[in-house]
């Protein structure tokens, strides 16, 4: 079991930044891989990024260059930094882990573990 809690959302102006973070707690983390997604108002979750257990890093192409997605295991952790913020980074943050390896960590149907997600409102 992991258990996760998101923070850090907030309303802000096209161009500014934010940083969310998840801490998370539980067992055998260290074989947990662990991602951020969105859900837009009226869409589906989407991927944004992922960090896996053993460090690789992945990113939607939208968010390549402005986000950067990294993790504090002394704290227990893990951050989104979001610079250059567009109206279209409206959403719901989430943030997510699994234990599961060789599945495709951009699709949500493979984390197991959810946390109740933090709003992130850009005004144009």
């Known amino acids: 079991q992991v258990q996760l809690a998101e923070s850090g959302g907030g309303l802000v102006q096209a161009g500014d930044s934010l940083r969310l973070s998840c801490a998370f707690s539980?067992?055998?983390?260290?074989?947990?891989?662990m991602g951020w997604f969105r859900q837009p108002p009226g869409k589906e979750r989407d991927f944004v990024a992922t960090?896996?257990?053993?460090?690789?890093?992945y990113y939607v192409d939208s968010v390549k260059g402005r986000f950067t997605v990294s993790i504090d295991n002394a704290k227990n952790t893990l951050y989104l930094q979001m610079n250059n913020l567009k109206p279209e980074d409206t959403a719901m943050y989430y943030c997510?882990?699994?234990?599961?390896?060789?599945?495709?960590?951009?699709?949500?149907?493979?984390?197991?573990?959810w946390g109740q997600g933090t709003p992130v409102y850009v005004s144009s």
């Open positions: 539980g067992q055998n983390l260290r074989t947990v891989s």
């Open positions: 997510a882990a699994t234990d599961l390896t060789g599945v495709s960590l951009g699709n949500t149907e493979n984390y197991q573990y």
């Open positions: 960090i896996t257990w053993g460090g690789t890093i």
